[in-house]
């Protein structure tokens, strides 16, 4: 079974800026995340979906984030602009309904440098 | 906020048990606890989840607390492939996971 896949693995970008991350889950996942996680802390949930529409985005700075997932399957996170303090791994990760409360599939992660 | 607290760093040898403490003291009655691993340029990966009841699997043991305000992950006999950080979290009825900012395991052979 494929993993949960992320482009680009690195990105590096000068503030004011804008990024764009991609996300693929695991095939049949409903319930798909993205999280923050700066260098030494653990990861911060950014926005959770399920199939197409948000379930939770409390914690997304929406003057500059936003995500989107288009179909219920692959999605986007996007910063614009970006500032120094985005600087972090962005992870991804997926989770079918049933055990999305306890057992989600990570991916890589995508690490950003804002300069 | 859900908040879990674990200790920064923990050392075991090789083959021996390591205990992996963590609280949470804000967690409510329908909140999950699960522990995730992270190794080096990777995300983290799930280890184990509990409710109220111990849990054993294939990869290790959780003991909660009968007040569920503490857990312990323990790893029954630690190689060097278990060093990592470990994430204990609390998990929300709707899939919220909130993490906590980890245990750095080193294993010395």
């Not at chain 2, 849990?55 to 790893?75: G, Q, W």
């Amino acid at each position: 079974e494929a993993g949960v896949a992320q482009s680009p693995r690195y990105k590096i970008i000068e503030k004011r800026q804008s990024v764009a991350f991609w996300c693929n889950p695991i095939s049949g996942h409903a319930t798909l995340y993205w999280y923050q996680q700066i260098l030494g802390q653990g990861p911060k949930l950014l926005i959770q979906f399920q199939n197409n529409g948000v379930v939770d985005d409390s914690q997304l700075p929406k003057d500059r984030f936003s995500a989107e997932r288009l179909k219920g399957v692959d999605s986007t996170l996007k910063i614009q602009p970006a500032k120094l303090e985005d600087s972090a791994v962005y992870l991804c990760a997926s989770s079918s309904i049933d055990r999305a409360v306890y057992e989600q599939y990570f991916g890589p992660g995508t690490r950003l440098t804002v300069t | 906020d859900a908040k879990t607290t674990q200790p920064n760093s923990m050392e075991s040898n090789e083959e021996e048990p390591v205990h992996l403490p963590c609280n949470h003291s804000t967690i409510s009655g329908t909140d999950y606890i699960h522990w995730y691993r992270q190794l080096p340029s990777q995300g983290p990966e799930y280890v184990i989840h509990g409710l109220t009841s111990n849990v054993n699997n294939r990869m290790a043991s959780l003991a909660i607390a009968e007040d569920r305000k503490s857990s312990t992950l323990i790893l029954h006999r630690a190689t060097l492939r278990d060093a990592a950080v470990y994430y204990c979290c609390q998990g929300t009825n709707a899939g919220k996971s909130t993490f906590g900012d980890g245990t750095t395991l080193t294993v010395k052979p």
